[in-house]
């Protein structure tokens, strides 16, 4: 297995820009790190467990991949606009009314988030299977990614926490933005 690639292809996907890192990014500005935190904890056991179900599931999936993903397409595009929707009209001075901020919205926005769900039956049928088929070395590789996953889940809040003031002083460009940003991640899915 090429390490390299396998690390990079990681690193690359988890870090850029998608539904789950936009949303920590909004819920950090709106409020806080310590709910942005709750949601990343609920995204890496989302990603973890998905990454368990990509490599245990693998042979069956490539079976039934088409309709699968046209299924996943449908849900994870309503979410995202859903959860564009809620950032758009984000009310601040209300933190209890945000119910994308909870361990569960961050484990369940894995199973939605097309980017997360394409990722998680890629990389190990296409790094880590064709290389090492034991249980152990799958289980090492998933422990490997879903740190790489926290990692990027950890640095966008860390990127909304140290921006916090900024963003603070123009709340309604910001969410604006975050939500502009969903609903375009959205429709690319079926570009």
Same mark, same amino acid.
């Given at each position: 297995?090429?390490?390299?690639?396998?690390?990079?292809?990681?690193?690359?996907?988890?870090?850029?820009?998608?539904?789950?890192?936009?949303?920590?990014?909004?819920?950090?500005?709106?409020?806080?790190?310590?709910?942005?935190?709750?949601?990343?904890?609920?995204?890496?056991? @989302? &990603?973890?467990?998905?990454?368990?179900?990509?490599?245990?599931?693998?042979? %069956?999936? #490539?079976? $039934? +991949?088409?309709? *699968?993903?046209?299924?996943?397409?449908?849900?994870?595009?309503?979410?995202?606009?859903?959860?564009?929707?809620?950032?758009?009209?984000?009310?601040?001075?209300?933190?209890?009314?945000?119910?994308?901020?909870?361990?569960?919205?961050?484990?369940?926005?894995?199973?939605?988030?097309?980017?997360?769900?394409?990722?998680?039956?890629?990389?190990?049928? @296409? &790094?880590?299977?064709?290389?090492?088929?034991?249980?152990?070395?799958?289980? %090492?590789? #998933?422990? $490997? +990614?879903?740190? *790489?996953?926290?990692?990027?889940?950890?640095?966008?809040?860390?990127?909304?926490?140290?921006?916090?003031?900024?963003?603070?002083?123009?709340?309604?460009?910001?969410?604006?933005?975050?939500?502009?940003?969903?609903?375009?991640?959205?429709?690319?899915?079926?570009?």
């Amino acid at each position: 297995m090429n390490i390299a690639s396998f690390l990079l292809y990681c690193f690359i996907v988890t870090f850029t820009p998608g539904p789950t890192n936009i949303v920590i990014l909004s819920t950090t500005h709106n409020f806080g790190t310590k709910k942005a935190i709750k949601y990343t904890y609920g995204a890496t056991v @989302g &990603f973890g467990l998905l990454l368990v179900i990509s490599a245990i599931l693998n042979t %069956i999936l #490539i079976t $039934v +991949i088409p309709k *699968i993903m046209i299924v996943m397409q449908i849900i994870g595009s309503c979410y995202m606009l859903y959860l564009a929707v809620l950032i758009y009209r984000m009310d601040t001075s209300n933190p209890k009314g945000n119910q994308t901020a909870s361990f569960m919205s961050g484990f369940l926005m894995q199973f939605l988030n097309p980017k997360v769900v394409l990722f998680t039956m890629t990389v190990i049928p @296409g &790094f880590v299977m064709p290389h090492y088929m034991g249980m152990t070395p799958l289980m %090492i590789c #998933i422990i $490997v +990614i879903t740190l *790489i996953g926290f990692l990027a889940f950890i640095t966008w809040v860390l990127f909304g926490a140290i921006f916090k003031e900024f963003l603070q002083r123009h709340t309604k460009t910001v969410n604006v933005m975050m939500a502009l940003s969903l609903a375009y991640a959205a429709v690319m899915i079926w570009m």
